[in-house]
């Protein structure tokens, strides 16, 4: 896995004169949030779902386009297939830990990179523990009977590049329904 983490370094552009990890927590909104704006494209890896309880795999699903606007007090993100726009704040406060056994985490049994060597994607010797956490949130009707909840945490390795993992959550008919997969940032 380190391997995969050293290629991924290569192809997330430095924008910053600083590493990310380098600007201090407090700064990561006014700082970071414009360097957000712009046009991604989302990788959605595999994940796990949970329908009433009982779980099974999920498959990767195609890339799809996203928008990330910022205007100075205000993030967004939105997509161009989809009429939802989704809030983008940065925790400085939280510690997430990616490939986290607690079941209750957003990584739990996901597929994904070491947790050590997501820090190994950015410039300047991050830790995963250091590099900034960003939040997006945002609900979606869904056939006019129910909501679709969406909660993505990511880690900032670049200017170009996050990754974390995507929650989403519903009711249908009674009946929970979640799924949790890797989902990957990048322009």
Wanted: hydrophobic share 40%.
């Amino acid at each position: 896995m380190k391997a995969l983490a050293a290629a991924l370094a290569l192809v997330a552009s430095p924008v910053l004169a600083q590493a990310p990890c380098e600007i201090p927590p407090s700064q990561w909104q006014a700082r970071l949030g414009p360097m957000l704006a712009g046009n991604w494209t989302v990788d959605n890896g595999p994940g796990v779902a949970s329908l009433g309880g009982g779980g099974m795999p999920m498959g990767p699903e195609p890339s799809a386009p996203a928008v990330i606007a910022s205007d100075g007090t205000r993030t967004t993100v939105s997509a161009p297939d989809y009429t939802m726009t989704m809030d983008v704040s940065f925790m400085p406060q939280e510690t997430w830990n990616y490939g986290s056994s607690d079941p209750n985490s957003p990584f739990a049994s996901l597929p994904a990179l070491e947790h050590a060597d997501i820090g190994l994607l950015a410039d300047g010797g991050c830790t995963t523990d250091e590099l900034p956490r960003v939040l997006m949130q945002g609900s979606v009707p869904i056939q006019g009977t129910t909501t679709l909840d969406i909660t993505m945490r990511l880690f900032m390795i670049s200017p170009d590049m996050m990754t974390g993992a995507a929650q989403f959550r519903m009711m249908a008919q009674g009946v929970p329904i979640e799924g949790r997969r890797i989902i990957t940032f990048t322009r």
